[in-house]
C-alpha cells in the first residue's frame, strides 16, 4: 500500500523558519518525483516546489524561489521542504504528493498519490 505521510507544520511568526517533511512507503517501482502543494482558504492548490528522484532536478514556484528549499533522500524514501523567511501569504495546508512512470520535468508529471497535508499558518 502506498503512502505518504507529512509532518512539520505548525505557526510560525513572519521572517521565521519551518521545515516540512514528507516520508514515503510502499513504492515498488520507486517514486519518480515527489512534488509539494499548498492549498488556502478559498484559494486553488498550486504547487510550491519538486524534485525528480532519478536526476534530483528540482522547480520551485516564483512566489518561493529564494527562500523555500526542497531535497530528497531515495535511501529513506524522504522529501524535505526548507522554508525559510515565511510570510503570511505562506499560510496553507500542505500537501506533498508522488508521481510514478513518468521522465517528465517534475511539475509537468501528474502525480496521482498524496498524503493528508499539513497546516502552516505564518502569523504575529
Known amino acids: 500500500q502506498v503512502q505518504l505521510v507529512e509532518s512539520g507544520g505548525g505557526l510560525v511568526q513572519p521572517g521565521g523558519s519551518l521545515r516540512l517533511s514528507c516520508a514515503a512507503s510502499?513504492?515498488?517501482?520507486?517514486?519518480?518525483?515527489i512534488a509539494w502543494f499548498r492549498q488556502a482558504p478559498g484559494k486553488e492548490r498550486e504547487g510550491v516546489a519538486c524534485?525528480?528522484?532519478?536526476?534530483?532536478?528540482?522547480w520551485y514556484a516564483d512566489s518561493v524561489k529564494g527562500r523555500f528549499t526542497i531535497s530528497g533522500d531515495n535511501a529513506e524514501n524522504t522529501v524535505t521542504l526548507q522554508m525559510n523567511n515565511l510570510k503570511p501569504e505562506d499560510t496553507a495546508v500542505y500537501s506533498c504528493a508522488a508521481a510514478g512512470g513518468s521522465d517528465n520535468e517534475c511539475h509537468l508529471m501528474p502525480y496521482a498519490v498524496w498524503g493528508q497535508g499539513t497546516q502552516v499558518t505564518v502569523s504575529s
Open positions: 524534485i525528480s528522484s532519478s536526476n534530483g532536478n528540482t
Open positions: 510502499g513504492f515498488t517501482p520507486h517514486y519518480s518525483a
